[in-house]
């Protein structure tokens, strides 16, 4: 069940901060979005590839589709004729086939680069060293890369009750942000996007200079 209050008090507080809410759909029925649409709601998550191709047909083309889980190289191909933006990519392999998959749409995909902080080890995401690592990388390549924009950040904060430790870990995130916003190639204003804050934490988030939350379970109920 879509919770429609919860989502007008949530629309209102991130309005008046200038932070874009994007509602994560995902296990949840096309009818559900539908509903958020009919609200107002434009920005959706997605996290798995097939449910995403499933339901976006289903529903209003002017939605912005975002893909917020982890993106095989090979699923690329179905994502590109109609994803808006692509949040956590941590290679260049999936950069350039992000490109590649873009250009035969004649698109420009918007993609933000994930970077790692919570405590919970995963193979997925970049510390600040690779991080750099990568934009140089894509520097050197960038002639090559004109489907696409880098366009910020995207991070998880460790599932924790600790406060202080969420807070920190979001405040890395906005340090290796503004850095970047310092680098020449950053300075453009496109430059702009900091996903970072969930149900559970998107508060901290918000204080730690988040410009987009993630938002699941609060608006749709509790995931099975
Ligand atoms: C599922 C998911 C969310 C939303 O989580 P909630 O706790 O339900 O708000 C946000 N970001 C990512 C990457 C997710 O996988």
Redesign the pocket.
Known sequence: MVNTDAWKTLKAELDLRGVTLIA?S?TKPASDVQALYDLGQRDF?E?YVQELVDKAPQLPADIRWHF??HLQTNKVKYLAPFVHCI??VDSLKLLQEIDRQAAKHHRTVDVLLQLHVAEEETKYGLDETALLTLLDQYEAQRADLQHLRIRGLMA?ASFTENEAQVQAEFGRVKTAFDNLKQTNFFQRPYFNTLSTG???DYRIAVEAGSTAV?????LFGA?T
Do not use: D, T, W
């Open positions: 994560v995902k998550g996290n917020i889980g949040h956590a998880m969930m149900s559970g993630r938002i699941g379970s609060l995931r």
